[in-house]
């Protein structure tokens, strides 16, 4: 009788066990939150300083810690769009973050090839970084007069800022890849609920963003402002930023309410259009900077683009729009190995 006790204790425990690990599956990623936190807490995480292999330039990543937070706005939120709604709860894993958006400094180096470079001078790993597809030149001045050293890039596809992060990661050994919209958020909230980092006012904003009431209609030297409470100077303001995700204006009603959703993304197919683009930019008013603003690109950002079929690299009527970069603590599967599917044949 004991020993038939013993066994229902542990089979009831199990069953416990097993179901708890059910609620947490989500099948948009194949894993479990619990499995997640399990291998997260064996890791460490710290910011640090990445130099591009080759060169002197450098960018910064900061360490996010994986949470769970509540995505998108409530209905009752001053400015709020229908899409972004309704809002739902996600798990997001630890991840780092460019604490600024990628400058030309950085983009240079990948897409103006060096010159005189010998192939035959160059290791496995630049060969490989090398072998990466690069940008056509532009059909103008690809800065369109917003300045270069120390200025965030814009005016380039999803499909260029996808392809940068393909060449960084060859280059670097490191994975580094474009944020998924709720990875967007979530850093961008920094722990808040309110619809700025900085609470309700959007009079502050100020003091952490270029925006159409400073920016005197161009964009500024990343890192000049104050950043949000996890260190990301510009996550508001200065240029709009790609997100990994296709846009799809209803995409939230497909999450439960009742449990978090873990690591959602909507992986892009090879249309040219419409991705996801966060933060609002130096030509917005205040509502588009919110944390939970949503944006998607159309084909209105190329419509002055003479080129037949028009660049798959550069976009002629959005300035306004850059990226930035993280590199997950450990890649969501149905994330490894993503590259960009356009091509000069895509709609």
């Not at 260029?160 to 990661?169: D, E, G, N, T, V």
């Not at 959007?202 to 500024?220: I, R």
């Not at 008013?285 to 603003?293: D, G, I, V």
């Not at 850059?322 to 599917?341: A, C, T, Y």
Request: hydrophobic share 35%; aromatic share 12%.
């Amino acid at each position: 009788m004991r020993r038939l006790l013993q066994l229902i204790i542990v089979w009831s425990a199990l069953t416990a066990g097993a179901a708890t690990l059910l609620l947490e599956y989500d099948s948009r990623t194949g894993t479990s939150a619990a499995a997640e936190d399990r291998s997260a807490a064996k890791g460490s995480q710290k910011s640090y300083a990445e130099t591009i292999p080759g060169s002197s330039v450098k960018f910064d990543m900061v360490a996010i810690p994986g949470g769970t937070f509540q995505m998108g706005s409530p209905a009752g939120e001053p400015a709020r769009s229908a899409d972004e709604g309704p809002q739902h709860p996600v798990t997001i894993r630890p991840f780092w973050m460019g604490k600024t958006e990628v400058t030309w400094d950085e983009y240079d180096l990948y897409w103006k090839k060096e010159e005189g470079a010998v192939a035959e001078n160059l290791s496995a790993q630049d060969k490989a970084a090398d072998a990466v597809t690069r940008p056509t030149p532009p059909y103008a001045d690809e800065t369109f007069g917003h300045g270069r050293e120390g200025h965030p890039v814009l005016c380039l596809t999803h499909h260029a800022a996808m392809q940068y992060c393909r060449w960084l990661s060859v280059k670097t050994g490191k994975t580094y890849r474009l944020p998924t919209e709720a990875e967007w958020e979530y850093a961008a909230r920094a722990g808040t609920q309110t619809p700025y980092f900085f609470g309700d006012d959007p009079k502050k904003l100020g003091d952490y963003a270029w925006y159409a009431e400073n920016s005197e209609d161009v964009t500024h030297e990343v890192g000049k402002k104050k950043p949000n409470p996890w260190g990301l100077y510009d996550i508001y303001g200065n240029v709009a930023e790609w997100c990994l995700d296709s846009y799809k204006p209803d995409f939230y009603t497909t999450f439960p309410l009742d449990r978090p959703t873990l690591a959602p993304v909507r992986i892009p197919n090879a249309d040219r259009f419409s991705h996801v683009a966060r933060g609002g930019s130096w030509a917005d008013k205040p509502p588009r900077l919110r944390s939970a603003a949503r944006r998607g690109s159309d084909k209105n950002w190329i419509k002055r683009d003479p080129q037949r079929p028009q660049s798959i690299w550069w976009l002629t009527d959005a300035e306004f729009v850059g990226f930035r970069i993280v590199r997950p603590m450990e890649e969501q599967d149905n994330l490894k190995g993503l590259q960009s599917l356009t091509t000069r044949e895509s709609k």
